[in-house]
């Protein structure tokens, strides 16, 4: 069983930067890939950025060269690093785990909030 449970949003203007974190409980190393999605009010949930055991990262073009994923095994957690934000990058934030069993966990969610 895994539990997620993010912490780091809020409210900052445009062109400002958060760092989302992700406290992973259970073991880093059942987590194949973790990753961050949003959900903006009245759209559905999207992809943010994936980060493999490896340290594969991938990225939602929208994001590309302004947010970084990291993993820190040893410290259990998983972090998103938002720099340059802007307006559309308000939402709902959730934390992923996809063990190496293919189970999916989800975090409850943090707020972001981008104002221009």
């Known amino acids: 069983q895994v539990q997620l449970v993010e912490s780091g949003g809020g409210l900052v203007q445009a062109g400002g930067s958060l760092r989302l974190s992700c406290a992973v409980s259970?073991?880093?190393?059942?987590?194949?890939?973790m990753g961050w999605y949003r959900q903006a009010p009245g759209k559905q949930r999207e992809l943010v950025a994936t980060i493999t055991s490896g340290g594969v990262t991938n990225y939602a073009d929208s994001v590309k060269g302004r947010f970084t994923i990291s993993r820190d095994n040893a410290k259990n957690t998983g972090n998103l690093q938002m720099n340059s934000l802007k307006p559309e990058d308000t939402a709902v934030y959730y934390c992923?785990?996809?063990?190496?069993?293919?189970?999916?966990?989800w975090g409850q969610g943090t707020q972001v909030t981008v104002s221009s």
């Open positions: 259970g073991s880093m190393f059942t987590i194949n890939v």
């Open positions: 992923n785990a996809e063990t190496i069993w293919r189970y999916e966990y």
